[in-house]
Nanobody, 129 residues
Framework: QVQLVESGGGLVQAGGSLRLSCAASRATFSNYVMGWFRQAPGKEREFVAAISWGGALTHYRDSVKGRFTISRDNAKNTVYLQLNSLKPEDTAVYYC??????????????????????WGQGTQVTVSS
């Protein structure tokens, strides 16, 4: 069982930046594809970004490309999401997730919630206009 704990959320003005972190409890962290999802009030949870086991491959939803950066440090069992040029529409609870279901990278598969078997509790990001 992998336990995931997010941190780094908060209130920021439009155009500002935040760095989210997700610490994993398991020593075999590098065996997992890691993803970030978000859920805004009244909306379904949506994919944000994903990163491959060693960090060489990444995938983003179109609306965050060029503004958000996902990275990981396997020595620290931590995945990060750098959020720059934030917009009010980025306001949501951000969740990190871990997937051990695939052995081959697929951009499309990283977007599916059902592909992830471990989830964090979420961290709130609020962007004011």
């Amino acid at each position: 069982q992998v336990q995931l704990v997010e941190s780094g959320g908060g209130l920021v003005q439009a155009g500002g930046s935040l760095r989210l972190s997700c610490a994993a409890s398991r020593a075999t962290f590098s065996n997992y594809v890691m993803g970030w999802f978000r859920q805004a009030p009244g909306k379904e949870r949506e994919f944000v970004a994903a990163i491959s086991w060693g960090g060489a491959l990444t995938h983003y939803r179109d609306s965050v490309k060029g503004r958000f950066t996902i990275s990981r440090d396997n020595a620290k069992n931590t995945v990060y999401l750098q959020l720059n040029s934030l917009k009010p529409e980025d306001t949501a609870v951000y969740y990190c997730a871990a997937s051990s279901r695939d052995s081959v990278w697929s951009n499309l598969n990283t977007e599916y919630e059902n592909n992830y078997n471990h989830w964090g509790q979420g961290t709130q990001v609020t962007v004011s206009s």
